[in-house]
């Protein structure tokens, strides 16, 4: 079946970094995205990686190793406001997109 | 980027009375979109595809005369839960992929809170 595992649960400190793991197994490979969504609100796309290595883009990165079917987001100089739920998503061979369970990260002051 | 808006954002209904949710894609065409529900503290969950001039595709477990979904236009899907009950008391959110974008990215709309009394 097909299978994306990421924490349930982190808690980081605000101006500090932290990480997000995601590892999949999925029929196939067509990218994978991740999204921010913040409690009782939809989810905003925030990273797509295809190819293997680093997309950085501003404050948040996301890398990718297909072969060890891995990603994760990196974020940096941590905001209140990046409390939320972070979900990463695989989209497979016949282009569905399969949905991890969501991160929620905690910042404390 | 592109918008997707939905509405209602909130619903409150009566057990039994079923209820309208509207898509748009603002400002791109989308032959097709996709309804999700979410449950509290809980990932999202692809009840179907919706496909504009033709049938929704559902997902295995999702009563499709429950789920009213018709796709009349490039720019409208519309979600229509009918004889609600307080177990369909959930978020609904749509999204829709703009395919002038490399990524595909999917843009989500308000999404819509039901509670079913």
């Known amino acids: 079946g097909q299978n994306i595992d990421q924490p349930t649960e982190m808690t980081a400190t605000e101006g500090a970094i932290v990480q997000i793991n995601c590892t999949y197994q999925t029929s196939g490979f067509n990218g994978l995205f991740w999204y921010q969504q913040h409690a009782g609100e939809a989810p905003t796309f925030l990273s797509y990686n295809v190819l293997d290595g680093l997309e950085e883009k501003g404050r948040f990165s996301s890398f990718l190793s297909r072969s060890k079917g891995y990603s994760y987001l990196l974020l940096k100089e941590l905001q209140m406001k990046d409390s939320a739920s972070y979900l990463c998503?695989?989209?497979?061979?016949?282009?569905?997109?399969?949905w991890g369970a969501g991160t929620k990260l905690i910042i404390k002051p | 980027g592109a918008v997707v808006s939905q509405h209602p954002s909130w619903v409150i209904c009566k057990s039994g009375t079923s209820v309208k949710i509207e898509c748009r894609s603002l400002?791109?065409?989308?032959?097709?979109m996709f309804w999700y529900r979410q449950f509290p503290k809980q990932s999202l969950m692809l009840m179907a595809t919706s496909n504009e001039g033709s049938k929704a595709t559902y997902e295995q477990g999702v009563e499709k005369d429950k789920f009213l979904i018709n796709h009349a236009s490039l720019t409208l899907s519309t979600l229509t839960v009918t004889s609600a009950h307080p177990e369909d008391s959930s978020f609904y959110i749509c999204?829709?992929?703009?395919?002038?974008?490399?990524?595909?990215?999917?843009?989500f709309g308000e999404g819509s809170r039901l509670t079913v009394l």
């Open positions: 998503a695989v989209r497979d061979s016949n282009y569905q997109l399969i």
């Open positions: 999204s829709a992929r703009d395919l002038d974008r490399e990524a595909g990215e999917l843009f």
């Open positions: 400002d791109f065409q989308a032959t097709t």
